[in-house]
């Protein structure tokens, strides 16, 4: 069975960078069959897709947040990684890892269980 | 503001039946774009329910069914179950973004 799991710090400085990693068992992110995304959901409000990176590495990002986002990967440790730079307390959330399936426009099948992030001084 | 609208809540008995609308626009939903189905449970990732308008990944059980027509989807509960209380949102492409768009979710409380 697939298994996703978020880690990083639970607390950013203003301005700083929110650096988060998806560890993936179960399944290989070198697969050509998925992506990998990045979703997001401030408290007491919906999911935010962040992006997505191909076992290619090539990556889909948000445009509202794609001048601050980066995603990469490590095939050798099988796991993948989000970087959001100049964090503000807007960003405060708890932010999860899933695999999308690129079919039918694309749509999550397996997810991690999230890693709240805040943002404060 | 989601790009795609749901109602905040939703309530049902046990036993009965529910629906959750879910409303875009005709950069995502009206453009043909399929949408999805997550069941969120606090403390936990989404959990799929419905994929592709109207299909339902394996083990999930036959009292959820998604539907799409024009701009907008729905997806109904029957039989309601304690268990169901839960978080649903749905989910589809957007052409102006490239990329996955998400509703508002909804609260659906078993009474």
């Known amino acids: 069975q697939l298994q996703l799991q978020e880690s990083g710090p639970g607390l950013v400085k203003p301005s700083e960078t929110l650096s988060l990693t998806c560890s993936v068992s179960?399944?290989?992110?070198?697969?050509?069959?998925?992506?990998w995304g990045w979703i997001r959901q401030p408290p007491g409000k919906g999911l935010e897709w962040i992006g997505n990176?191909?076992?290619?590495?090539?990556?889909y990002y948000n445009p509202s947040l794609k001048s601050r986002a980066t995603i990469s990967k490590d095939t050798s440790k099988n796991h993948f990684s989000l970087n959001l730079s100049s964090v503000t307390a807007a960003d405060t959330a708890v932010y999860y890892c899933?695999?999308?399936?690129?079919?039918?426009?694309?749509?999550?099948?397996?997810w991690g269980q999230g890693t709240l992030v805040t943002v404060s001084s | 503001q989601s790009v795609l609208t749901q109602p905040p809540s939703v309530s049902g008995a046990p036993g009965q039946r529910v629906t959750i609308s879910c409303t875009g626009s005709?950069?995502?939903?009206?453009?043909?774009?399929?949408v999805h189905w997550y069941q969120h449970l606090p403390g936990t990732g989404p959990k799929l329910l419905v994929y592709?308008?109207?299909n339902r990944p394996s083990g999930v059980p036959d009292r959820f069914s998604g539907s799409k027509s024009g701009t907008s989807a729905s997806l109904a509960i029957i039989g309601l179950q304690a268990e169901d209380d839960a978080d649903y949102y749905c989910?589809?492409?957007?052409?102006?973004?490239?990329?996955?768009?998400f509703g508002g979710g909804t609260k659906l409380t078993v009474l």
């Open positions: 899933a695999r999308l399936v690129p079919s039918r426009r694309g749509y999550f099948d397996f």
């Open positions: 179960g399944g290989s992110i070198s697969s050509g069959s998925y992506y």
């Open positions: 990176i191909y076992y290619s590495g090539f990556i």
């Open positions: 005709s950069s995502n939903i009206g453009s043909g774009y399929d």
């Open positions: 592709g308008n109207s």
């Open positions: 989910q589809s492409y957007d052409s102006s973004l490239s990329g996955s768009v």
